[in-house]
C-alpha cells in the first residue's frame, strides 16, 4: 500500500474524527468519535469497499482501531502520523497565500498535491520562514514539530445566543463554493459580526456584517468557529 495512500486515510479519519468533536454541540464525550465508512468513502472519494479492506490493513499496521458497524479511531501512531502530515498541509498553504497571494479557497487543491513530496525538514524551514504561524488560511491550527496543537477557545457560530457579537476565527468547511460565499459577504478570518437571527426550525440563521444582513443555512454556520466578541 503506497505511503501516500496511508497518509490520506490518516487524515481524513483525524479531520473526521475532530470535526465531530468540535462541531457536535454536546459538550464532553466518555469516548473520541469514530469515523464511519461511509464518512470515509464520501471525504475521499471511493467506494464503501475499499475503505474497509483499508481499515482493515491500518489496523494491521497499528495506526487505527478498527470495529466493523461502530466505525474506526486512531491510535497514537496513527494521530502522530495524522498531525505530520496535517502539519505539512496547512504550512504550503498558508505559505502559498502569503508568498504567491493565492485565496483560501485555491491552496487546498494545490496543498493536497504537495504534501507528500515535501521533506519535514523543508516543512520545518518553510515555518521558520513564516514565523511559526498558529493557524492557516482557514483558521485551523498548525501542528508544533513535536506535534502538539494549541488550545482552542472557539465555538460553532449555532451555539450563540441572538445579539452575541463574534470573531470569526475558523472555517471546518473549505469547499471552494462555501468559501467564495464568505469571501463575498465580507466573512473572513478575524472579520467581526453579530448574530441577529437564528431559527434552526427554519434551518437558517442571519448575521449582520458592517450594517449587512447574511443569510447562513444553519448546517453550514455549525461549520463556522468563532469567538465571542464584547457587546
Known amino acids: 500500500m503506497s505511503s501516500h495512500t496511508i497518509e490520506n486515510y490518516v487524515k481524513a479519519i483525524y479531520l473526521i474524527t475532530t470535526h465531530q468533536e468540535l462541531t457536535s454541540n454536546t459538550g464532553s464525550r466518555e469516548s473520541p468519535p469514530a469515523a464511519s465508512t461511509g464518512m ?95 493557524t492557516d488560511p482557514h483558521g485551523d491550527p498548525i501542528p508544533r514539530p513535536d506535534g502538539s496543537i494549541a488550545a482552542t477557545d472557539y465555538v460553532p457560530l449555532t451555539t450563540l445566543n441572538v445579539g ?9 468547511d473549505q469547499s471552494v463554493e462555501f468559501l467564495k460565499y464568505l469571501t463575498d459577504q465580507g466573512l473572513e478570518i478575524d472579520s467581526v459580526s453579530a448574530l441577529v437571527e437564528l431559527a434552526p426550525s427554519a434551518g437558517v440563521l442571519r448575521i449582520r456584517r458592517e450594517s449587512r444582513d447574511v443569510v447562513l443555512a444553519y448546517e453550514a454556520a455549525g461549520k463556522l468557529m468563532v469567538r465571542r466578541e464584547p457587546v
Open 164 to 172: 452575541a457579537c463574534f470573531r470569526l476565527v475558523r472555517v471546518m
Open 40 to 134: 470515509l468513502a464520501e471525504a475521499l472519494g471511493v467506494l464503501p469497499g475499499s475503505v474497509t479492506n483499508m481499515l482493515k490493513t491500518l489496523q494491521a499496521s497499528g495506526l487505527a482501531d478498527y470495529r466493523p458497524y461502530e466505525g474506526v479511531t486512531l491510535t497514537q501512531a496513527g494521530q502522530a502520523l495524522a498531525l505530520r502530515v496535517l502539519r505539512r498541509h496547512r504550512l504550503i498553504e498558508l505559505f502559498l497565500c502569503q508568498t504567491l497571494s493565492l485565496t483560501w479557497d485555491e491552496v487546498h487543491e494545490e496543498a493536497e498535491n504537495m504534501e507528500h513530496a515535501v521533506s519535514d525538514w523543508l516543512i520545518d524551514r518553510i515555518d521558520n520562514f513564516l514565523g511559526m504561524p498558529a
